[in-house]
């Protein structure tokens, strides 16, 4: 099934519609992990991970977090933070997304994308139709600069991701793109709550995700790589977090580089919609390609009202 199907899945990508129409078998990665790996919950206001696989009820599990703190698995790259929108601003926003049109995506998601041209396996870049952002999202990306980890960041790319659960929408484990985007990874929920789902990337392919490039700006990251033995921590676990609606998710670092992230189907129990925020590698900032990057910079700093 290489070919697009009209439901917008191609390749291993598939959706309830298109397992149904082509009677295509998908094997449940939320199985396998819970049969496969350790399970591991993060608690935000512990900032640590702890035994278990649910996420509900974080509150009562925080204070059963105050009794073993040192049970707990620290793992940095990774920042949370709540109530990031408010109950307003999120209602706002979701109109003006839904002011816009949606175009199908892969498993069973629909998205709206704002960014420059990519060809991630000939490291391509041309600005195309890149023209901005929509200006109803613009106070989102000005409130970035209100959190520490943010204030240097300049979106590059915006895309709205809508998750419907009578589709089986999900994300299979993947690492971005480390040719084109940056360190930081950056979602802002802003509809419906979900989870996301960690696990360590055993680098078989040290070209895929184009990872190869990490190296040549190493010494920029705002968190360094673990260590093996650090890593082998993490090796055989499964790691869960919680992305409450309104709330923002930034992953850097090792989070970012040395493990893969995943939304598994049976976590999407309600409509879901996110807005994923992408930034240049430094070689497209400061580096040899600058010029390159350049115009693509320039054009994000536009913002453009709904005709």
């Known amino acids: 099934m290489n070919t ?16 149904e129409d082509f009677q295509i078998a998908k094997p449940s990665l939320c199985k396998q992990f819970q049969q496969e790996l350790e399970p591991w919950t993060y608690c935000i206001k512990c900032q640590r991970f702890y035994a278990g696989w649910d ?43 839904d002011d816009m049109p949606w175009t199908i995506s892969q498993s069973g998601r629909r998205k709206q994308n704002y960014g420059p041209k990519t060809n ?17 999202t613009e106070y989102v990306q000005q ?25 089986g929408a999900s994300i299979d484990p993947h690492v971005d793109d480390c040719w084109i985007w940056g360190e930081r990874v950056v979602t802002v929920n802003c509809l419906g709550d979900a989870v996301l789902t960690l696990n360590v990337y055993d680098k078989q392919q040290p070209g895929k995700y184009n990872l190869d490039l990490v190296p040549e700006y190493e010494n920029e990251l ?29 992953l850097y670092g ?36 600058r010029e390159k990057g350049d115009g693509v910079r320039e054009m994000a700093k536009k913002f453009w009202c709904i005709q």
């Open 4 to 19: 697009i199907r009209p439901c917008g899945c191609k390749g291993v990508r598939t959706c309830l519609t298109c397992e």
């Open 120 to 136: 991630f396996k000939k490291r391509k870049l041309q600005v195309g139709t890149f023209a901005g952002f929509p200006q109803g």
């Open 143 to 167: 409130r970035f600069e209100d959190v520490p980890l943010l204030r240097d960041f300049q979106t590059i790319e915006q895309c709205s991701l809508e998750y419907d659960p009578t589709k």
């Open 222 to 250: 705002l968190a360094p790589m673990l260590s093996d033995d650090q890593l082998a921590n993490f090796k055989g676990k499964v790691l869960r977090i919680p992305m409450p609606n309104l709330s923002l998710i930034v």
């Open 254 to 289: 090792p989070v970012r580089y040395q493990f893969e992230h995943s939304v598994l189907r049976e976590d999407v129990t309600e409509r879901r919609v996110c807005i994923a925020y992408r930034e240049f590698t430094p070689m497209y900032i400061h580096g040899k390609d």
């Open 55 to 97: 996420t509900d009820d974080t509150d009562r599990e925080h204070e059963n977090h105050q009794h073993a703190p040192d049970k707990g698995l620290h793992l940095p790259g990774l920042l949370v933070q709540e109530q990031f929108l408010s109950h307003d601003e999120g209602k706002t926003l979701m109109a003006h997304l």
